[in-house]
């Protein structure tokens, strides 16, 4: 039993979820958002709730169940707050600027790396050493986050890299010299 997907969706004021041709279309004042859905699932609204159920009781449905509420939970988090993920650049020379559309990077290679906004996702630099990826999908923003912090991975001797600002670099000791 699903206990995630039994719980209500709260539809927050200016919010309209719609369900037509397989899809669950979120509208907000940020946005809009739409997701495929199993047709074994249905989507109801009742009291400013959205409620899903399932057709039966197999194990696939039962975690496509949770799935789709979850995802819908963060349809209706996306368009109304919006999701952000933050880096930080350590390292010595590192640092980051914004330039038009796109982050120029430079992270200790030869040439700096320039990275391109996509659509829906804005990339900001609040400092030199910080960048900030802001977007209404949060499964784009991870993954953005995710690619930009692929350019140059934190390493365990120095932490020098791009690193998820909550994440914890576990540092390894160097090399001793003669015993």
């Known amino acids: 039993m699903s206990r995630i997907g039994k719980q209500p969706v709260a539809?927050?004021?200016g919010v309209t979820l719609e369900v037509k041709d397989g899809k669950m279309v979120v509208k907000g004042p940020k946005g809009t958002l739409e997701q495929e859905i199993d047709s074994r699932?249905?989507?109801?609204q009742e009291n400013g709730h959205a409620?899903?159920?399932r057709a039966n009781d197999?194990?696939?449905l039962r975690a496509k169940?949770?799935?789709y509420r979850a995802l819908l939970h963060n349809m209706v988090t996306g368009v109304t707050h919006g999701f952000t993920k933050s880096l930080v650049i350590n390292g010595v020379g590192y640092k980051v600027a914004k330039q038009g559309n796109k982050i120029v990077l430079n992270i200790g290679?030869?040439?700096?790396?320039?990275?391109?906004?996509?659509?829906?996702i804005k990339l900001d630099c609040p400092t030199q050493t910080e960048i900030s990826v802001t977007g209404i999908d949060k499964v784009k923003v991870g993954?953005?986050?995710?690619?930009?912090?692929?350019?140059?991975?934190p390493e365990p001797y120095h932490g020098y890299g791009i690193r998820y600002k909550d994440e914890v670099i576990e540092r390894k000791e160097g090399k001793t010299a003669g015993k």
Request: glycine letters at 6%; a negative charge.
């Open 143 to 153: 993954q953005v986050a995710a690619n930009i912090r692929s350019l140059r991975e």
């Open 51 to 53: 409620v899903l159920q």
């Open 65 to 67: 169940h949770g799935l």
């Open 109 to 120: 290679y030869s040439h700096p790396v320039e990275y391109a906004e996509t659509e829906g």
């Open 41 to 44: 699932i249905s989507v109801t």
């Open 58 to 60: 197999s194990k696939e």
């Open 11 to 13: 539809l927050p004021a």
